[in-house]
């Protein structure tokens, strides 16, 4: 790992590390947290992401929480009273448990900037007529049958991106991650086949990064004896895998979450949350204690705004074509929730970059990076929101293919593919 001096055109400097490999850099501090339903005790808890702070008795809701949602200022669950409730991160202004009413046994909760989306079990008339459910942010404009899914079929899970809505269950018998516009239409039953993968199952919980598709099994398959097990996809449904394979003595995983480089899951009988690297490695089950019977993890969203990266870079699927040594000029824009330039250097956490292998490339287009001049270095603010960081690459990457990765302090992560000569 290489040190990286950093200088600001400005009185301010900040330092970073620049990974020559795999290794994680070293992190800016957050108050950012991650957010768990206990469904046992009827509180929402929270615990910092470098786990020193844990509070798991954070929101008193007198009600059971199942799934969780969490937004820039509220968090939501949903509960066995046919409700959707709400109240604020911060604790403050008390707990609103009505928020939507008359939902059909809700059981999954997923937020976007516009919408809350929830899935109904319908557990009275089950398997007929569950769906998934949607309401604005304020708590009008409800439809409880937005996706109406055919009888049969259930949802137990659910994420949403900026195209799409995912949902976890499928048939009993024939488990499927299933998938619909965000506009509820071109709904795909089978998107991902459980039954066909064994080892892949069915999702008890879902999660979404930028490149994948993370999903719990709950409590396992006779395949894994009964053995709870995280797998994840590409976004585009392909290569599905098993990447946490639990233990024993392990309890269902029903919450699941990803925020930077780690996964994160909640056993709902083992008063515990682990943690793991994005790719599955480094599993530690105990990574918290103390959190009761965890029924849904959530993560406030990122902050900010992402504009990136621009010329002389170009963003996936294109590889960059560089020469080993130079410096390459990393630029990007940042506005916060309300549209306002971001201007504070504490947003940077890190640039690094992990080697890849070239084969994995080779399919897409190629652009030529040109060289920096010399005599620039550091991260620089150029204003309104323009952030500029210029790359000094070791000579010793000649011949390899490697992903750079810039990460901003809410845990965001932003990715360009290189080929260096």
């Known amino acids: 790992m290489q040190k990286l001096k950093v200088c600001l055109c400005v009185v301010f400097c900040v330092g970073v590390l620049a990974s020559l490999g795999g290794v994680a850099p070293l992190q800016a ?11 046992e005790l009827g509180f929402i808890g929270r615990a910092s992401l470098d786990g020193n702070v844990i509070e798991p008795y954070f929101i008193n809701l007198g009600t059971a ?3 969780i949602a969490v937004d820039q200022e509220f968090v939501y669950w ?3 009273m046919s409700r959707i409730g709400r109240a604020k991160l911060d604790n403050t202004g008390g707990v609103n448990l009505n928020f939507v009413q008359d939902c059909l046994d ?15 079990l319908n557990l009275p008339n089950f398997p007929f007529s569950p769906s998934v459910g949607r309401a604005k942010l304020d708590g009008t404009e409800v439809t409880q049958n937005f996706i109406l899914l055919p009888a049969g079929y259930f949802a137990a899970a659910i994420a949403v991106s ?3 809505i995912y949902m976890g269950g499928g048939e009993e018998s024939h488990p499927s991650i299933m ?4 506009d509820g239409t071109e709904l795909d039953l089978h998107w991902i086949e459980g039954a066909t993968k064994p080892l892949v199952g069915a999702a008890q919980a879902i999660a979404l990064t930028e490149t994948h598709l993370y999903w719990s099994n709950g409590d396992g398959n006779p395949y894994t004896d009964y053995i709870p097990f995280i797998s994840r996809a590409d976004l585009s449904g392909d290569n599905a895998q098993v990447v946490v394979m639990g233990e024993k003595e392990w309890s269902g995983i029903w919450g699941l979450g990803t925020k930077g480089d780690f996964i994160y899951w909640g056993e709902y009988s083992r008063n515990r949350i682990g943690r793991a690297n994005i790719d599955g490695s480094a599993a530690n089950p105990d990574w918290i204690s103390g959190t009761g019977f965890c029924s849904g993890i959530a993560f406030a969203p990122q902050r900010y705004t992402f504009d990136g990266f621009f010329s002389p870079i ?3 699927p294109t590889v960059n074509n560089a020469k080993a040594g130079q410096t390459i000029s990393v630029k990007w824009r940042l506005t916060d929730k309300n549209g306002l330039p971001v201007s504070d250097p504490a947003s940077f956490t890190s640039i690094t970059s992990t080697r890849v292998g070239c084969a994995s490339l080779a399919e897409f287009p190629i652009n030529y990076v040109d060289e920096l001049a010399t005599g620039s270095s550091g991260l620089q603010y150029l204003g309104d929101g323009w952030w500029q960081f210029n790359w000094k690459t070791p000579k010793t990457y000649a011949g390899q293919c490697r ?6 302090n809410d845990g965001s992560a932003h990715t360009a593919s290189f080929q260096f000569k």
């Open 78 to 80: 949903a509960d066995h």
């Open 29 to 39: 501090q957050s108050l950012d947290y991650l957010y768990w339903a206990n469904l």
């Open 162 to 164: 900026k195209e799409f």
């Open 106 to 120: 809700p059981f999954a909760v997923a937020v976007d900037d516009k919408y809350i989306y929830w899935t109904n």
């Open 403 to 408: 992903t750079m990765k810039l990460t901003l």
């Open 314 to 316: 170009d963003n996936p």
């Open 179 to 182: 998938r619909a516009k965000l």
């Open 65 to 67: 929480p199942w799934g």
